[in-house]
């Protein structure tokens, strides 16, 4: 079974200064990896996806994406903050080798807090 | 515009009172989910559907029942509501089934309150 971990309940970062949120994975065979973000009282907004191909991925609002298949890792980058980047991100693992490709699972999610 | 919609969005029930969430999608996706999002816990699969007529069990089925007798909706709907139900809902919908890579759109989520 595929599971997915964000080890940061929070980050913090001032306004400008590079930001990162962190996930790694595990599945049993090939993983498409995926970035949401929910901003307060909204829905998950998609932000970007690894499928295949080029590990770094670029995603909507600036952010970036780099996936790691030795370190089972996908972590989440934007290289200046900005205050309205403060918000929950989650990211998502689907292991594609099982025959259930419709379960979709989630990390517990991150708060940003970007401080101007 | 492009969007999952559901309704209501807020909602304060008492146990044991039957209620429905709506959830309606107008991109002609094949494939709908449920999920409820709890603090610490992230988002919990409740139930999906592949197709009209096709429902199965996510991680966290009980005391969940949908159904999808049309590709553009999929309730969920709470037959005997409980204060451990009481949880921030999602609805969301992707196309072309069998493509894992398919993007999963979000509703905007349905905030419902158990007493």
């Known amino acids: 079974a595929q599971s997915v971990a964000q080890p940061e309940d929070q980050v913090n970062v001032a306004e400008g200064n590079p930001l990162t949120v962190k996930c790694t994975y595990s599945?049993?065979?090939?993983?498409?990896l995926f970035w949401y973000v929910q901003y307060p009282n909204r829905g998950l907004q998609f932000l970007l996806k690894?499928?295949?191909?080029?590990?770094l991925v670029k995603g909507s609002y600036g952010f970036e994406a780099e996936f790691n298949k030795s370190q089972t890792s996908f972590h989440l980058k934007k290289p200046s903050a900005l205050v309205s980047d403060s918000a929950l991100y989650f990211c998502?693992?689907?292991?594609?080798?099982?025959?259930?490709?419709?379960?979709?699972?989630f990390g517990a999610g991150t708060q940003v807090v970007v401080t101007p | 515009e492009a969007q999952v919609t559901q309704n209501p969005r807020y909602l304060i029930t008492v146990t044991g009172k039957k209620l429905t969430v709506t959830c309606s999608q107008n991109?002609?996706?094949?494939?709908m989910s449920w999920y409820r999002q709890d603090p610490g816990l992230g988002l919990r699969q409740i139930y999906y559907s592949m197709n009209v007529e096709v429902t199965d069990k996510g991680d966290v089925p009980e005391g969940y029942k949908v159904s999808r007798k049309e590709k553009r909706n999929f309730p969920l709907i709470l037959e005997s509501p409980s204060p451990n139900q009481t949880s921030l809902y999602f609805c969301a919908s992707s196309g072309r089934t069998g493509r894992a890579g398919e993007t999963q759109y979000f509703g905007p989520g349905t905030r419902l309150l158990v007493l």
């Open positions: 690894y499928i295949t191909g080029d590990n």
């Open positions: 599945v049993s065979g090939n993983p498409y």
């Open positions: 998502a693992v689907r292991d594609v080798t099982t025959d259930s490709w419709g379960k979709l699972q």
């Open positions: 991109m002609n996706h094949e494939y």
